[in-house]
């Protein structure tokens, strides 16, 4: 995002991370219904980090760029995923921030989508078609409303 903002990229402090207030709650409510699985561009140790943040146990798959080798938009992390979940693409979501790394690639191999537009992939302007995600929510209460929980 750095990049197509013309911006410095900073180190990532993984100390500065923070949860959103309502993370675990939601979790803890999709995870009764749904697999939920991780598709992440991140450094070595990314399972730990969710550990440490204590919502691992709500997640049955961790697919980090830095240990498969390949990160998103590439496919073939969403591919890793699929297959290792055992799940077809038109029974999976991805939900999402980023329109160029998270919905585009995944609306491409027939997974449905979600933008969730907290951060700063919430600034995104969809320009085109193949841009625009199947649902949009602002936050992760209207994600539960979306999922009827």
């Not at 991140?42 to 697919?63: C, M, N, P, S, W």
Request: contains cysteine.
């Amino acid at each position: 995002m750095t990049k197509l903002l013309g911006l410095p990229k900073q180190k990532w402090y993984f100390d500065d991370v923070v949860l959103y207030k309502e993370t675990v709650s939601c979790l803890e409510q999709l995870c009764k219904t749904y697999k939920i699985g991780v598709i992440a561009n991140q450094e070595l140790g990314t399972a730990e980090r969710l550990q440490q943040h204590g919502i691992l146990k709500y997640i049955d798959l961790v697919i980090a760029s830095a240990e498969e080798g390949v990160a998103k938009p590439d496919p073939r992390i969403y591919q890793i995923a699929l297959e290792r979940s055992g799940c077809k693409p038109e029974n999976a979501v991805m939900i999402g921030d980023r329109i160029d790394n998270d919905i585009v690639p995944a609306k491409r191999m027939g997974i449905k989508t979600i933008w969730i537009k907290q951060g700063f992939g919430g600034l995104w302007n969809i320009c085109k078609e193949d841009e625009a995600p199947d649902n949009t929510v602002n936050d992760l209460v209207e994600l539960l409303e979306l999922f009827k929980l």
